[in-house]
């Protein structure tokens, strides 16, 4: 059965940001999103939580994105993390990277707030109406304090431009489950589960 987010199937890096002397480094953000795109990487995550986006001042959340898209050129698909546990900064943020040309947006479940199932349904479907792009959900419970359960995956997957998910529960019951109750595509978020995952999908 053919997936939703198929554009996005094969190795993503979430890409680091690089400081220098306190600032965003651009020159070694460039360096080395051409390295991955020579090394034969299928896309690329800047500022997701191992581009420490957290952390990062809005500015600097939005530069890092610009320059990952600029550089990447059309080469490698870039899917820009730009969620967040504030709905309409989530839509803000998505809005800038479509503007970059970003393939696609990575939203991780909105943390601290521990939403029900209707309010994960409700972050999402927002920013979907608000942004035309292809959304691929971020499940991250261990650093967002909540689990999207497979039936609340379910029902998001049912927005059309929610195309896959990188699931990081860490459980390969909930990965099984969530392959057979939608068509996304899962992306493996945790590096020991990546070739029972690639069995599975």
């Known amino acids: 059965m053919a997936r939703k987010g198929e554009q996005f199937a094969g190795l993503t890096v979430a ?23 020579e090394q ?23 530069r890092v ?12 698909k870039v899917m820009a993390g730009t969620g967040s546990n ?5 839509i803000e943020s998505t809005r800038f990277a479509k503007s970059c040309g970003a393939d696609g947006a990575m ?27 292809p959304i691929i959900l971020y499940n991250i419970p261990g650093r967002t304090a909540k689990n999207m359960e497979p039936d609340v995956v379910a029902r998001i997957a049912e927005i059309p431009t929610v ?4 699931e990081a529960t860490g ?14 595509t899962v992306l493996s ?7 029972p995952l690639l069995s599975m999908g």
């Open 163 to 166: 195309v896959a998910i990188k």
């Open 15 to 37: 890409i680091v940001t690089p400081f220098k002397d306190g600032k965003v480094d651009e020159a070694a953000l460039r360096k080395a999103v051409d390295w991955q795109i």
């Open 107 to 133: 939203m991780v479940a909105p943390y601290y707030n521990k939403p029900t199932g209707e309010g994960f349904y409700q972050h999402y479907r927002a920013i979907a109406e608000a942004v035309d792009i």
């Open 171 to 184: 459980s390969m019951d909930q990965a099984s489950h969530t392959l057979a109750q939608t068509n996304l």
């Open 189 to 195: 978020g945790d590096d020991s589960l990546t070739l």
């Open 65 to 76: 994105i610009a320059i990952v898209c600029e550089q990447a050129a059309g080469r490698i």
């Open 40 to 62: 034969g990487t299928n896309g690329l995550c800047p500022v997701g939580t191992t581009g420490e986006s957290p952390t990062l001042t809005h500015e600097e959340h939005n």
């Open 86 to 90: 504030s709905t309409q900064e989530a």
